[in-house]
Nanobody
Framework: QVQLVESGGGLVQAGGSLRLSCAASERTFIGYNAGWFRQAPGKEREFVAGVIWSSGFGYYADSAKGRFTISRDNAKNMVYLQMNSLKPEDTAVYYC???????????WGQGTQVTVSS
């Protein structure tokens, strides 16, 4: 059974940084890549960043380009999201999942709350 556990969220001032982590059960990303999504109150969940599991190549939503960096540790089945220059509009619950392209394919974990104060 696929398990995804996100952590690392918190309250930060605008301009600050956070590093999110996602611990996945073994074999979660076989045949898939990994991605981060977020859901703000009253809004639909949206894609933030994805990483090609085999190569580590990252790709991003326009809102994340230049500020966020996704990475992975294959051996540990971990996915990370380094978020810099945070803005109040980044406030959301952040989730990781297995993906193809920009689409998620697994069950959602509990997510981790990121709150950016102005």
């Amino acid at each position: 059974q696929v398990q995804l556990v996100e952590s690392g969220g918190g309250l930060v001032q605008a301009g600050g940084s956070l590093r999110l982590s996602c611990a996945a059960s073994e074999r979660t990303f076989i045949g898939y890549n990994a991605g981060w999504f977020r859901q703000a109150p009253g809004k639909e969940r949206e894609f933030v960043a994805g990483v090609i599991w085999s190569s580590g190549f990252g790709y991003y939503a326009d809102s994340a380009k230049g500020r966020f960096t996704i990475s992975r540790d294959n051996a540990k089945n971990m996915v990370y999201l380094q978020m810099n220059s945070l803005k109040p509009e980044d406030t959301a619950v952040y989730y990781c999942n297995k993906i193809q392209g920009y689409r998620a394919f697994g069950s959602w974990g509990q997510g981790t709350q990121v709150t950016v104060s102005s």
